[in-house]
């Protein structure tokens, strides 16, 4: 198992790596977009903030150590804070680890979409970044945040709360990049930028707005697979070599045992042969 987790791995990295240069791309043309565009577009302008719902994106299956439990811990804790603020919170889970944690607790589960153990596709996503535009557009749900397990390195997972809706108006973008993104610093260089608008500006940022929370969702997704598999694989290295090493106490054990048999039986003999010479 950890043979295969580190296959897997390897391979989750690459599509991480693979996308973030597109993810940070559509950030910016986007924030360009929201600096540039007159109108008061609903997705990018805060709110009263009464209802809060949190996606949690986590694993369907267990034995990779608190890769889910580090991530639930989190959001609960953030639920509960949003809670003492009057807040109303409400949860959409994408795996099963997170439902079950998170029912256990009795936190309001308003949605459990089905995730397959490798999401390979953005279009797996579609009704999950439909019922999340949806409920912000209809006014369901005055911000919405993100949560999920962010990819630093093989060794290092951080979960992670971020807003997602309304759409922050930063330069940066923040879905897994901020720690090593160029312009993570809050500079305005990506806003340089001139463009040529067709049909219209408006019409133009209408358009990339749900492919914007499906590319973050997406991404978010690829960060939690990667971090899934590196945890998984150390968790069953730390259990191969805790086997080992329970392996090599129980035969001291035996020896020990064994060695006390014998030992034993030696004396048993010893006296009878005195016993009958006397």
């Not at 997705?43 to 439990?69: A, E, M, Q, W, Y």
């Not at 992670?160 to 260089?189: M, Y």
Request: glycine residues 4%; hydrophobic residues 40%.
């Amino acid at each position: 198992m950890e043979l295969v987790s580190a296959a897997k791995m390897r391979k989750a990295v690459e599509a991480v790596s693979q996308s973030k240069a597109y993810a940070k791309a559509i950030w910016e043309l986007a924030i360009n977009l929201s600096h540039r565009v007159n109108n008061k577009n609903p997705f990018f302008t805060p709110r009263d903030v009464k209802r809060v719902t949190v996606v949690v994106i986590s694993s369907n299956k267990g034995l990779c150590g608190g890769f889910n439990r580090q991530l639930t811990e989190l959001v609960a804790a953030f639920g509960k804070d949003l809670k003492s603020k009057g807040a109303d919170v409400s949860f959409i889970t994408f795996g099963r680890k997170s439902a079950i944690a998170l029912s256990s607790r009795g936190a309001n589960l308003t949605f459990d979409f089905k995730k397959e153990d490798l999401v390979t596709s953005a279009s797996e996503l579609f009704p999950l970044r439909d019922k999340i535009t949806s409920d912000f557009s209809k006014g369901e749900s005055d911000a919405i945040y993100l949560s999920y397990t962010d990819f630093r390195s093989a060794l290092k997972h951080v979960p992670v709360i971020l807003p997602l809706l309304p759409i922050p108006k930063r330069s940066d973008p923040f879905l897994g990049l901020t720690h090593d993104a160029p312009n993570s610093q809050g500079s305005d260089e990506t806003q340089n930028y001139e463009y040529k608008f067709e049909p219209s500006p408006g019409e133009v940022l209408d358009e990339i707005i749900p492919r914007l929370v499906e590319v973050t969702l997406f991404q978010a997704v690829l960060e939690s697979q990667a971090c899934e598999q590196s945890a998984r694989m150390i968790a069953m290295k730390s259990a191969t070599e805790a086997a080992d090493e329970m392996e090599s106490f129980l035969n001291l054990q035996y020896n020990r045992a064994r060695q006390a048999g014998i030992t034993r039986e030696i004396a048993e003999i010893s006296a009878g042969r005195i016993a009958l010479n006397v």
